[in-house]
């Protein structure tokens, strides 16, 4: 088994970055350790099988710079774009 401190240890190695919050969560009847991080100015989410110490991080997307959020706000702004049509 993985403490947690061994899987904060395991997670700043894999991402060169620095822990700041840490738990156990269950995903499909599995402990999982989750490791919230900053790495190179972003916010990353590492996970850590405790049974065989693999760090698992999610997949980087393509095209996007500067994380998930910008996305999500462009979106928003697609709607006032009608109201000028209009007027």
Do not use: C, H, M, W
Not at 13 to 30: D, L, N, P, Q
């Amino acid at each position: 088994k993985t403490s947690l401190s061994e899987a904060i240890a395991l997670a700043e190695k894999e991402t060169t970055g620095k822990a700041f919050s840490a738990g156990v969560e269950i995903i499909e009847g599995k402990a999982s350790i989750q490791v919230n991080l900053y790495a190179d100015d972003k916010f990353v989410v590492a996970s850590i099988d405790p049974e065989t110490k693999k760090v698992t991080l999610p997949p980087k997307k393509e095209g996007l710079e500067g994380g998930e959020d910008e996305g999500e706000g462009e979106g928003e702004g697609e709607g006032g774009g009608e109201d000028r049509e209009g007027g």
